[in-house]
């Protein structure tokens, strides 16, 4: 007996020393820079959970809150999230030991020793209960495993619904770009049917020939095809809108023109906070941790398990006077001797999943900080490209005043206002343009800060 304990003792000694460690891979490793490539311009604030209220628009607002109540997207994310709480609450059951009852009846008849028939009726109620006893943690890896992968899910849900909510805002900046550069096809289209009536009373008076006409004629046509452009660009955009909150393609109202609506401020931060604060780096950096875990679990398969058990009843039958009780304990250790290199093969999975989890954070990391520098870098360029739009907006329309008068004094041809009307309308849908731009690429900036999304406190 001493001698087959010994034995066993030996092989789970062999069994626990043959697990390979293989150590994360040291090019995974991220460091934060000490700060942005791009200053911060001054001033700025703090990001607010909440931040798409600062446009001070109730319909922007009003849409973002119904796409993070209805948008399809989102609700795959809190099913998955229930998901792997269930999951998480059945490897947690490995740690409890299982309990169950049953009974048996049997029916027999048999030859007595004198040759006449028994009949005999038969029961046997039971019950059993078995353990296994985590002494060397792998059932505990499994469930820290299956708590940190909850926890990725969770992290997941935020993730999309913070970019449900940056979709949703950017979507109805957009549309509210396109509202403004239809109002500019409008009023150019108007401009351009003023100008033809005057070519076309001009060359009915003799005044200028039938090539002025229709050069005013062809101009007016190329404007007006702008509108059903535009008009089918906004249909577009409403019904994506209509989608990210969950409804059927339909009419987007609004009240509000897009000048109207209030700049958000630069958000605040520094590269190294902002490991903390966007959910997708907290999604991979949990996803890490669980492969970890699922690492550990898998080295300690090598190691013997041990399992404890019971069972208790008793035996009813007719052809005993009284019942008899019936018991029974016992306790098992398997330890793996040979298993034609599962084991090996199993941990050597679980490390390379480990690794391409490392290597998945590192690229998130590291792309979190590239959109944050690229938002803040389009914030600084695209501002002092709209200065100098603006200005030559300002410098077009004021030659177009002057090629007006001139046309209309005899002094020039049409062919110099005609230049002038396209230039302008060009340079105001470009100003409309980088508007649009800026307000989007700061709702790219508050997404890539995290959106005011911060990690649980603990984890």
């Known amino acids: 007996m001493r001698t087959a304990f010994a034995l066993a003792s030996t092989a789970m000694l062999v069994a626990g020393c043959a697990a390979p460690n293989l150590p994360r891979p040291s090019a995974s490793s991220v460091s934060a820079p000490p700060g942005w490539r791009t200053e911060l311009p001054a001033p700025n604030a703090a990001v607010n959970a909440g931040w798409w209220q600062g ?15 209805h948008n399809p997207d989102v609700a795959i994310a809190a099913a998955r999230v229930q998901e792997a709480r269930a999951n998480e609450r059945l490897a947690r059951a490995q740690l409890f030991p299982t309990l169950d009852v049953g009974a048996g009846v049997t029916r027999s008849r048999s030859i007595g020793p004198l040759g006449a028939a028994t009949e005999t009726t038969a029961g046997q109620p039971l019950f059993q209960a078995a353990y296994e006893v985590d002494l060397f943690g792998r059932i505990g890896n499994q469930v820290e495993a ?25 979507g109805y900046v ?28 001009r060359a009915e008076a003799g005044y200028t020939s039938d090539l002025e006409l229709r050069q005013a004629q062809a101009e007016f046509e190329a404007t007006a095809q702008l509108l059903p452009q535009v008009d089918l660009a906004i249909g577009r955009q409403e019904n994506a809108l209509s989608l990210l909150v969950g409804e059927s393609p ?23 906070e902002l490991l903390r ?46 019942p008899l009780s019936i018991w029974s304990l016992g306790a098992s250790i398997l330890a793996p001797l040979f298993e034609g290199g599962r084991l090996c093969a199993n941990v050597e999975g679980a490390a390379a999943r480990r690794d391409q989890a490392a290597f998945a954070y590192q690229r998130a990391a590291l792309t979190a900080f590239r959109e944050v520098d690229d938002a803040l870098l389009g914030l600084d360029r695209l501002a002092a490209q709209r200065v100098r739009q603006e200005a030559q ?17 005899g002094y020039t041809t049409y062919l110099e206002q005609l230049d002038a009307q396209r230039a302008l309308l060009s340079a105001e849908l470009s100003v409309v343009q980088l508007r649009v731009d800026e307000l989007n690429t700061l709702i790219t900036l508050y997404q890539a800060m995290g959106g005011g999304w911060s990690v649980n406190p603990g984890e």
């Open 393 to 409: 907006r300002s410098a077009l329309a004021e030659a177009l005043r002057h090629a007006t008068n001139r046309y209309r004094a």
């Open 55 to 69: 446009f001070g628009d109730p319909i922007l607002t009003g849409l973002v809150e119904r796409a993070l109540a």
């Open 250 to 272: 339909r009419a987007i109202a609004r009240e509000d023109s897009l000048d109207r609506l209030r700049p958000l401020p630069v958000p605040e931060g520094l590269p190294s």
């Open 146 to 170: 299956a708590r940190l992968t909850a926890a990725a899910s969770e992290a997941a849900r935020d993730a999309a619904a913070l970019a449900v909510a940056s979709a949703t805002a950017s």
């Open 277 to 322: 604060r966007r959910p997708d780096l907290a999604q991979t950096e949990r996803i890490l941790a669980a492969s970890d875990r699922s690492l550990a679990a898998a080295r300690a398969q090598y190691l013997p398990s041990i399992r404890l058990t019971g069972t208790a009843g008793l035996t009813l039958s007719t052809a005993l006077r009284d």
């Open 174 to 201: 957009t549309l509210l770009g396109l509202d403004a550069r239809r109002a500019i096809v409008r009023a150019t289209i108007a401009s351009r049917g003023e100008a033809l009536r005057l070519a076309r009373s």
